[in-house]
């Protein structure tokens, strides 16, 4: 009777073990593809206020490429906010800009995170602005979606970092690094780095879709459903990093 509770708690331990390491079973696979990251020397040279001759200047030594891959049989929906920022930047014309929140930036010697300084600007709305929103309202009341103007703006923020990957899908991304300071969302975040110093640099996304629903359209909602995609909780760390390289130009 004991031999047989015994290779009975053996048996659940084992079983206990095998789902974990199923859960903690990595689903995307998050690559860097760029060899390196470039940063100017300090924070004043790479805010590229004297800057107006975009597109004539050269930016190809801050293109950063990496890719995403679902290696699950499952379809699952990333909802990476800000991951690939849109936006030009004040003092830059570069345009997709990476927020500095995705990289995480160690100190090689004394193997330290380096956080990032953030210094948050405010935004005015500008008649462009405005115009846009009331288009934007105007066509989802046509829809009879009569809700505040926030659902309306963050139904257009939420589906606009949507990333779907199907089984075993894999995309490429690329976009701009502009270190040690980032104007990316206007947010004006920078790191303080030190050039001779050496550093290494990961991508670390976080995909909420934390009761995204309730903001989601008709057809928004039927296209995951339909097509049997997940909506993904969780973080992706690259499985690779690269070294920063200073340059004074």
Partial sequence: MIKKQLYFNL????????CAKQENKT??????????????TSVEKSMHKSNRSF???NFSNRVFKFSIKNTSKE????????????????????????????LQIIDTIIKDTLEVSRHHRLIYETETT???REELTRFYRSLLYNNTLFWYEKNEIINSNFIFLKSNEIKYFETFINLPYSDA?????????????????????TSDTTNIKKYLTWSQLKNIEENNYKLYQG???SENSVPIVFVDE
């Fill in 130 to 132: 405005k115009n846009k």
């Fill in 235 to 237: 973080t992706i760390i």
């Fill in 11 to 18: 048996l659940l331990l084992f079983l206990v073990i095998s």
């Fill in 185 to 205: 969302s206007n947010s004006g975040n920078h790191y303080n780095l030190d050039s001779t110093k050496n550093y290494i640099a990961n991508l670390k996304f």
């Fill in 55 to 57: 597109p004539n200047t």
């Fill in 75 to 102: 379809n699952y929906i990333l909802r990476l906010r800000n991951a690939l920022d849109t936006y030009p930047g004040l003092y830059s014309k570069e345009g997709k800009n990476l927020d500095l929140d995705f």
């Fill in 27 to 40: 689903i995307f696979k998050l690559k860097i593809i760029s060899k390196n990251i470039v940063s100017k």
